[in-house]
């Protein structure tokens, strides 16, 4: 089965300033999807950002932007500009092209004002 | 547009005992999802339908859990009998499309309801 592995269980950063956020997971598959999910500590879980394995342009949206590299099996968010409301938890997330999905264990993101 | 819906928000029971969980996804969305969140882990899949058919339930503990979505709309989950491991937060999720098209839907997730087993 795959796996998805956050390394940082917690990370800071203060306001304004650029985090980034790192994800690696274990596939033999060539064909597959990413996404990074928050959790506010209201719990309801958010899409930030997804990948197509196939794309080999970073996606972007607005502030968060990733690092994909697929040799390595990594899949990093980085976040400029953090803002007060980014403080959650991110969770780094695989899709199988036969839909399995697995998430990583998650990253706790406290932005200091 | 509503959001996808859970009941009920917290839940207390003994072990041994059953509880049920239920799920109102977005209006129109095919795909379905139910997953179990232990505290300090990301979420875990347990079961992921497309309308009423079951896609993929490899890692549902089919002895105790069972969960069905009928005429493709609402769903529940039912845990028979509860063990004090079932402790967790249950979350659902719902997408708009089904097969190959679903990899890249967004998921909306519930509030999830939150399972305490004594």
């Known amino acids: 089965a795959q796996t998805v592995t956050q390394s940082q269980p917690e990370m800071s950063v203060q306001e304004a300033e650029t985090v980034t956020l790192s994800c690696t997971y274990d596939?033999?598959?060539?064909?597959?999807?990413l996404f990074w999910y928050k959790q506010p500590p209201s719990r309801q879980m958010i899409l930030v950002i997804r990948?197509?394995?196939?794309?080999?342009q970073n996606a972007t949206e607005n502030r968060f932007s990733v690092n994909f590299q697929k040799a390595a099996k990594s899949f990093s968010l980085k976040i400029s500009d953090s803002q007060l409301g980014d403080a959650a938890m991110y969770f780094c997330?695989?899709?199988?092209?036969?839909?399995?999905?697995?998430f990583g264990t998650g990253t706790s993101l406290t932005v200091i004002p | 547009e509503a959001g996808v819906a859970q009941s009920p928000r917290y839940k207390i029971i003994e072990k041994r005992q059953s509880v049920a969980f239920w799920c109102n996804p977005i209006?129109?969305?095919?795909?379905l999802y139910w997953y179990q969140q232990i505290l300090g882990q990301g979420p875990k899949l347990l079961i992921q339908?497309?309308?009423?058919?079951?896609?993929?339930d490899s890692q549902l503990p089919k002895d105790r859990f069972s969960a069905e979505r009928l005429k493709g709309v609402d769903s529940t989950l039912k845990i028979q009998p509860a063990k004090l491991e079932d402790s967790a937060v249950y979350l659902c999720?719902?997408?708009?499309?089904?097969?190959?098209?679903?990899?890249?839907?967004?998921?909306?997730f519930g509030p999830g309801t939150r399972l305490t087993v004594l």
């Open positions: 999720a719902s997408s708009l499309g089904w097969g190959r098209a679903a990899s890249t839907d967004t998921q909306y």
């Open positions: 596939t033999s598959e060539s064909d597959y999807y």
């Open positions: 990948q197509e394995a196939y794309k080999q």
């Open positions: 997330a695989y899709r199988s092209t036969g839909n399995q999905f697995y």
């Open positions: 209006s129109g969305h095919a795909t």
């Open positions: 339908f497309q309308n009423n058919g079951v896609v993929d």
